[in-house]
T-cell receptor, first 112, second 109 residues
Framework: DVKVTQSSRYLVKRTGEKVFLECVQD?????MFWYRQDPGLGLRLIYF???????EKGDIPEGYSVSREKKERFSLILESASTNQTSMYLC???????????FGQGTRLTVV | GQNIDQPTEMTATEGAIVQINCTYQ??????LFWYQQHAGEAPTFLSY????GLEEKGRFSSFLSRSKGYSYLLLKELQMKDSASYLC??????????FGAGTTVTVRA
């Protein structure tokens, strides 16, 4: 059974904290993605990676960075969390040109 | 950037048919996807179109017209469990996948 695993389902962090969201996939996929999902806005792409150490900005990268040191792991970093980063964060992976992207269960992050 | 539009909400009766439209303008095209997402859960894959025409998979069908930048998802014989958000997504390249805001479908008895 294919799997994308996000390290936490729920997180509460304080404003200004550095936050790490971890995502691991077991399908040997080259492409990995981080999205945030907010009511009425759908899934918005933050960053994606198409290979180890390779990354590209998505549509809303401001305030975020990412790390891809190993093929199976893609981390999203909030350098200094702010309340407007309270959201549901979804990780996904996919083969290049693949027909399906697989999603993790999501991390609901609350910044207080 | 990418521009993907779909209606915000739709309501239909159990047993009926509902069609969810999606229009897109993207810098490239490498396929169009439909995902289903129940509240509090991750999106799950429904269909993929890369060539013009209709793809049928059980009660769900998806249509694509690349020249018009248009797709629709057709849900037949609606069931209560079909109440969910339906997300249209476009892959403008081998690497990227961009989503519309989603259409919330409510099925009433």
């Amino acid at each position: 059974d294919v799997k994308v695993t996000q390290s936490s389902r729920y997180l509460v962090k304080r404003t200004g904290e550095k936050v790490f969201l971890e995502c691991v996939q077991d399908m040997d996929h080259e492409n990995m993605f981080w999205y945030r999902q907010d009511p009425g806005l759908g899934l918005r792409l933050i960053y994606f990676s198409y290979d180890v150490k390779m990354k590209e900005k998505g549509d809303i990268p401001e305030g975020y960075s990412v790390s891809r040191e190993k093929k199976e792991r893609f981390s999203l970093i909030l350098e200094s969390a702010s309340t407007n980063q309270t959201s549901m964060y979804l990780c996904a992976s996919r083969l290049p040109g693949g027909t399906e992207a697989f999603f993790g269960q999501g991390t609901r992050l609350t910044v207080v | 950037g990418q521009n993907i539009d779909q209606p915000t909400e739709m309501t239909a009766t159990e047993g009926a048919i509902v069609q969810i439209n999606c229009t897109y303008q993207t810098s490239g095209f490498n396929g169009l996807f439909w995902y289903q997402q129940h509240a509090g859960e991750a999106p799950t894959f429904l269909s993929y179109n890369v060539l013009d025409g209709l793809e049928e998979k059980g009660r769900f069908s998806s249509f694509l017209s690349r020249s018009k930048g248009y797709s629709y998802l057709l849900l037949k014989e609606l069931q209560m469990k079909d109440s969910a958000s339906y997300l249209c997504a476009v892959s403008p390249s081998d690497y990227k996948l961009s989503f519309g805001a989603g259409t919330t479908v409510t099925v009433r008895a």
